[in-house]
């Protein structure tokens, strides 16, 4: 019993388990609509007065901290399939639970937004890992609000971070092992770019586009990328694209692919912001 007992231990630590146990089912996941629809992606907006709803939408992805329970309720009321974002490869400064994060954890500074820095996402394999708890909270603060999925940014610290510190099979591995977490927790996840990683098998021995409900991808188009999303559209789940550039959204490959691509400005502004900007291709 005592060795019984440690394994369990070791397993539940490690987050191989989740939090649905030894065999049994976590609570129930409902996956995102498939095929081609209007969304749109609002995590830029800081208060829930700045989101705004464009006609015609399925589903709408806004920042788990800044959005409230009230507010993903009356989204859901709405018919809209409702995603949390968190950043999973990434420290930031301004969230409420940035005290949390030790130096150790932070492995490079991101150029692109240089108050933030790339962490070590191989932490989450370790005994009392400090990573694994700051993502457990993130994603049970996500299913407590009510979202349905979550979307984790930051999936290719392999690629961010400098030095080959972190491994490609590293990468993989944490991928899975937060798609795991969040089906514990009764919520669908999305893959965060990383298009070259689709097709790969985590620790568990499963590909990506097996073990996540969908993929959210960005310039696709733009670094003529978006044939390993479509994988997702093969398994009858959702592949959603966001250009930055105009010029470089291309409606007939979407449509030939089944991808769900638009413009948007670069920083994803809510709807009654006046910087907001969307161009969506048709979904019919």
């Known amino acids: 019993m005592r060795k019984a007992a440690l394994a369990l231990g070791v397993l539940t630590t490690c987050g191989l388990l989740g939090e649905s146990g030894l065999g049994l089912s976590g609570p129930a996941v409902q996956p995102p609509p498939a095929g081609l629809y209007g969304w749109d992606w609002q995590i830029g907006a800081q208060t829930a007065a700045q989101v705004r709803v464009p006609p015609g939408l399925k589903l709408i992805d806004l920042d788990g901290f800044e959005t409230t329970a009230a507010q993903v309720d009356s989204l ?7 995603v949390c974002y968190i950043n999973a490869g990434s420290y930031e400064p301004y969230r409420p639970d940035s005290a949390r994060y030790p130096a150790r954890l932070k492995l490079g500074v991101d150029p692109s937004w240089q108050d933030e820095a790339f962490v070590d996402v191989r932490d989450v394999f370790l005994p009392r890992s400090v990573l694994a708890d700051i993502l457990r909270e993130r994603l049970r603060l996500c299913r407590k609000k009510g979202f349905q999925a979550v ?3 930051n999936l290719q610290n392999d690629e961010n971070v400098p030095g080959g510190v972190i491994s490609l099979q590293d990468q993989v591995d944490f991928s899975g092992w937060l798609a795991d977490e969040a ?3 009764g919520l669908a996840i999305f893959q965060k770019n990383g298009p070259d990683k689709v097709l790969l098998k985590d620790r568990t021995g499963r590909r990506l586009a097996d073990k996540f409900d969908g993929i959210l991808n960005e310039s696709c188009h733009e670094f003529d990328e978006c044939a390993p999303p479509a994988e997702y559209v093969k398994r009858g789940k959702p592949a959603l694209n966001v250009e930055y550039k105009q010029k470089f959204l291309n409606c007939a490959e979407a449509r030939r692919l ?5 413009f948007k400005d670069l920083y994803l502004r809510g709807g009654r912001e006046t910087a907001y900007r969307r161009v969506a291709c048709p979904a019919k």
């Open 76 to 82: 859901k009321k709405q018919g809209l399939y409702v």
């Open 151 to 153: 979307e984790p940014d």
């Open 183 to 185: 089906h514990a927790l």
């Open 258 to 262: 089944g991808i769900n691509s638009m």
